[in-house]
């Protein structure tokens, strides 16, 4: 693989090698199991694939988080050089070469803009949307693989593409989990011992809501979420929201729901002192 930080010699390599579909996995590094799937998916579909590893500053409206987001460069080329191929590229920018001066770019992303994440993390995805459109003109990828576990991120991107014209193709991949059921997060590792301990407990209460489904109203289904979450000590309940999977409006009621449609239940949970998320698939039977 080849380890490249700057934007023309990125693009000089891609025109050399002139191999086609390019893949493209977008990270902030701290890579684990989850990145390393896309990874391979990436690589299963295109003979060239490059790995971004930039944190994105203006998605942290926390600048705390940004201070604190885990980086570990060297373990990360380290874990990509068992997977990728000769020709691959691992892009590792500086901040100054993705935004030579302020972005100022402002998006709308409709609903998206409106609910879960972007409610509690304001500015967040018009972050996503600046850096990831940069990227996807720096590196002008056929394809680019991204994770389920970011349900509403996955949802920005693919009205970012509509937008913008990109011809793009966005791949959704499944979520990756560790063995107990927790998603898997560059996040986990800043978990307090008896935090992660008890994490896991996050994947089996949205499991056990969308069993619920069948036989109980929505409003029943979040009782049941808080009441799990909060029984734990120091861990919150955010949100836990049913959406469709489109624009992620939430459905109060289960008679709003249309058999045979997709519907996600998102929840995000104040572990301690990290901020975790995750998802799954709930429909009518």
């Given at each position: 693989?080849?380890?490249?930080?700057?934007i023309?010699?990125?693009?000089?390599?891609l025109?050399?090698?002139?191999l086609?579909?390019?893949?493209?996995?977008?990270t902030?590094?701290?890579?684990?199991?989850?990145?390393?799937?896309?990874v391979?998916?990436?690589?299963?579909?295109?003979?060239?694939?490059?790995?971004?590893?930039?944190?994105?500053?203006?998605q942290?409206?926390?600048?705390?988080?940004?201070?604190?987001?885990?980086?570990?460069?060297?373990?990360?080329?380290?874990?990509?050089?068992?997977?990728?191929?000769?020709?691959?590229?691992?892009?590792?920018?500086?901040v100054?070469e993705?935004y030579?001066?302020?972005?100022?770019?402002?998006?709308?992303?409709g609903?998206?803009?409106?609910?879960?994440?972007?409610?509690?993390?304001?500015?967040?995805?018009?972050?996503?949307g600046?850096?990831?459109?940069?990227?996807?003109?720096?590196?002008?990828?056929?394809?680019a693989?991204?994770?389920?576990k970011?349900?509403?991120?996955?949802?920005?991107?693919k009205?970012?593409v509509r937008?913008t014209?990109?011809?793009?193709?966005?791949?959704?991949?499944?979520?990756?989990?560790?063995?107990?059921g927790?998603a898997?997060?560059?996040?986990?590792?800043?978990?307090?011992?008896?935090?992660?301990?008890?994490?896991p407990?996050?994947?089996?209460?949205i499991k056990q809501?969308?069993?619920m489904?069948?036989?109980?109203?929505?409003?029943?289904?979040?009782?049941?979420v808080?009441?799990n979450?909060?029984?734990?000590?120091?861990?919150?309940?955010?949100?836990?929201?049913?959406?469709?999977?489109?624009?992620?409006?939430?459905?109060?009621?289960?008679?709003?729901m249309?058999?045979?449609?997709?519907?996600?239940?998102?929840?995000?949970?104040?572990?301690?002192?990290?901020?975790l998320?995750?998802?799954?698939?709930?429909g009518?039977?």
């Amino acid at each position: 693989m080849k380890v490249i930080s700057t934007i023309n010699e990125l693009q000089s390599t891609l025109k050399s090698l002139s191999l086609s579909p390019v893949g493209f996995v977008p990270t902030m590094g701290a890579l684990h199991e989850g990145h390393l799937s896309l990874v391979r998916t990436a690589a299963e579909q295109s003979p060239v694939v490059v790995v971004s590893i930039f944190v994105n500053p203006t998605q942290f409206n926390d600048k705390n988080d940004l201070k604190n987001y885990p980086r570990d460069i060297a373990k990360d080329l380290g874990l990509l050089k068992n997977i990728l191929r000769e020709n691959d590229i691992v892009f590792t920018p500086s901040v100054e070469e993705i935004y030579p001066v302020e972005d100022k770019r402002v998006f709308s992303f409709g609903n998206l803009d409106l609910v879960m994440e972007a409610k509690h993390r304001p500015g967040h995805f018009n972050g996503v949307g600046q850096v990831v459109s940069r990227l996807f003109d720096i590196v002008k990828p056929d394809l680019a693989i991204f994770g389920l576990k970011d349900f509403q991120q996955l949802a920005v991107i693919k009205e970012l593409v509509r937008q913008t014209g990109d011809k793009v193709k966005i791949i959704p991949h499944p979520i990756i989990r560790e063995k107990d059921g927790l998603a898997m997060s560059s996040r986990n590792m800043l978990l307090e011992p008896e935090i992660r301990m008890n994490a896991p407990l996050i994947y089996k209460t949205i499991k056990q809501a969308s069993l619920m489904i069948r036989e109980n109203d929505i409003p029943e289904i979040q009782l049941m979420v808080k009441r799990n979450i909060e029984n734990l000590e120091n861990f919150e309940l955010i949100y836990f929201e049913i959406v469709d999977d489109t624009e992620l409006k939430p459905v109060e009621n289960r008679a709003e729901m249309i058999a045979g449609e997709k519907y996600y239940g998102c929840i995000a949970v104040k572990a301690g002192k990290i901020r975790l998320i995750d998802n799954i698939e709930i429909g009518l039977v």
